[in-house]
C-alpha cells in the first residue's frame, strides 16, 4: 500500500467506478475530477476507485494519472468488492476526518459550502454525515424530465423526516459521512449491491445515528435517458428496497410502533407497493361489480393524483427550482408515468428476489467477507503536493 493521502486535509471525496470505460466519456470525467481536486486543494483530497474492473478503464486511469501528476489519487481494488467493500477498504486506508461518498457520472457543484456543514456536524455526536440536493442533469426528453419531476417530489418528503433527523436513503452519489462512524456502519452492511446506500443508512439510525440535509451541495446525476434504462435502474433499486426492509424488518417494525418518521414512511411505501401488485386484480374485482363505477373510480384516482403533485409542488419552492416552463405541465401525465414504472419494476424486483432464495447470497457482511478473500488495496499517488 504505498500512496496513502497525509492527514492533512479534513475530507476525501471517494469516487469508485467499476468497467466505466465505455459507459461514459472517461477523459473529460477525469479532467473534471483533476479540476475539482485543483479547486478544493486546501481541504479536500479526491481519490478515485478502480473496483476491480475487468475493461480497459483501469488501465486509461493509470495512464492518466502518470502524465498528470499533480491530478487526484488513484486507489485499486481487486477483486471486485461489490462496491461496498471497495469504499470500506478505502475508509479504513485513508485518515480524512470525513469522506464524501459520490458516483463516477455525478457532478459536485458549490462544495464550499460543506464545511459550514460540518461545523454543525461537529457538535453533534450523534450525526453521522449530511446529503447533498440530487438534481438530474444533462439530459432532455420525456423521460429524463419526468424523472426531474420525480427527483424534485422525493426531496420534498425530508421536510417529514426533519423532525427525526433522519431519511429513508442517504444517496450513495451525493453524501458526506463522519469516516469513523462510517467505518461502524460498514461492519454490519451485508455488502449487497442493489442497495447499498439505502442499507448504509438504515443501519446508521438503527445504531443511533442521526443525518441533515445540506440542500446547497449539489449532487448533479445522469439519469436514464430511456424508459428500458430507467426500468432496469429501478428494478435495482427495488430490489435493494426488499433486500434491506427483511434484513432489517426488526429496526423498521420497531420504528413503526414508536410512530417515528421511518416507520410511518415504511408503512405509506407498503401500502403503496402491495397496492401496485394487486392493482390488476383490484381493477377486475371492481370491474365485476360495475364497469361504470370502475371507469369512474380510476377517472377520480387519476384526478386525485394530479392535484395531490400538483399541490406538493405548490408546496416548497426551494426544491423546485429546475423545474421551470412547460415541464410543469408533466405532472398532468406524472402519475402515469410513476404507476406504470413502479407497477413493473416492483413485480420485476419481487419475482428477482423469489428466484434468490435458496442461493447463496453474494453479501456475508463487508468485514467478514473481506477478511476471508484475498483482497489487494493498491494506492497510487496522482500527485497531491498541493
Not at 479540476?35 to 486511469?61: N, R
Not at 468488492?81 to 476526518?97: D, I, P, Q, R, T
Not at 447533498?132 to 444533462?138: E, L, V, Y
Not at 484475498?374 to 499517488?381: A, M, P, R
Request: charged letters at 25%; aromatic letters at 12%; a positive charge.
Amino acid at each position: 500500500m504505498n500512496g496513502i493521502p497525509p492527514v492533512m486535509k479534513r475530507v476525501a471525496l471517494l469516487i469508485p467506478q467499476y468497467n466505466e470505460g465505455k459507459n461514459f466519456d472517461l477523459l473529460h470525467r477525469l479532467n473534471y475530477f483533476m479540476s475539482l481536486a485543483k479547486e478544493h486543494k486546501t481541504w479536500m483530497d479526491v481519490i478515485l476507485i478502480d473496483d476491480g474492473s475487468t475493461d480497459s478503464s483501469f488501465l486509461q486511469i493509470e495512464s492518466f494519472v502518470r502524465e498528470h501528476p499533480d491530478a487526484f489519487y488513484f486507489a485499486s481494488v481487486k477483486p471486485n468488492a461489490m462496491k461496498v467493500g471497495a469504499l470500506y477498504l478505502v475508509s479504513e486506508a485513508v485518515k480524512h476526518e470525513y469522506v464524501i461518498l459520490s458516483d463516477f457520472d455525478t457532478d459536485l457543484l458549490h462544495l464550499s459550502n460543506l464545511p459550514a456543514s460540518l461545523d454543525i456536524l461537529d457538535k453533534d455526536l450523534r450525526q453521522i454525515g449530511c446529503y447533498f440536493k440530487m438534481i438530474p442533469f444533462s439530459g432532455s426528453g420525456s423521460c429524463f424530465r419526468l424523472q426531474q419531476l420525480e427527483y424534485s417530489f422525493a426531496r420534498m418528503y425530508y421536510k417529514f423526516h426533519r423532525k427525526d433527523n433522519s431519511v429513508p436513503v442517504m444517496p450513495g452519489a451525493g453524501s458526506c459521512f463522519k469516516r469513523e462512524l462510517l467505518l461502524e456502519v460498514y461492519a454490519f452492511h451485508s455488502g449487497l449491491r442493489n442497495g447499498e446506500d439505502r442499507e448504509a443508512t438504515i443501519l446508521a439510525l438503527k445504531m443511533g445515528m442521526e443525518t441533515m440535509y445540506t440542500k446547497d451541495v449539489l449532487a448533479l446525476t445522469r439519469p436514464p435517458l430511456t424508459f428500458r434504462t430507467l426500468l432496469t435502474q429501478r428494478n435495482r433499486w427495488y430490489l435493494g428496497y426488499i433486500e434491506t426492509f427483511l434484513k432489517e424488518k426488526e429496526f423498521y417494525m420497531k420504528m413503526l410502533v414508536r410512530f417515528k418518521r421511518i416507520g410511518l414512511r415504511t408503512l405509506q411505501d407498503a401500502l403503496g407497493i402491495v397496492g401496485l401488485l394487486l392493482l390488476p386484480l383490484e381493477i377486475l374485482l371492481v370491474s365485476l361489480i360495475s364497469i361504470k363505477f370502475a371507469i369512474y373510480a380510476l377517472i377520480g384516482v387519476y384526478l386525485t393524483s394530479v392535484s395531490y403533485y400538483f399541490l406538493l409542488f405548490l408546496s416548497n419552492r426551494d426544491e423546485r427550482i429546475e423545474i421551470k416552463g412547460r415541464n410543469v405541465q408533466l405532472i398532468v401525465i406524472y402519475p402515469l408515468f410513476w404507476l406504470l414504472i413502479s407497477f413493473l419494476a416492483w413485480w420485476n424486483a419481487a419475482m428477482a428476489y423469489r428466484r434468490k432464495i435458496g442461493k447463496k447470497e453474494d453479501g456475508q457482511g463487508v468485514v467478514i467477507a473481506l477478511r476471508n478473500q484475498d483482497q489487494d488495496l493498491l494506492l497510487e499517488e496522482a500527485a497531491n503536493e498541493n
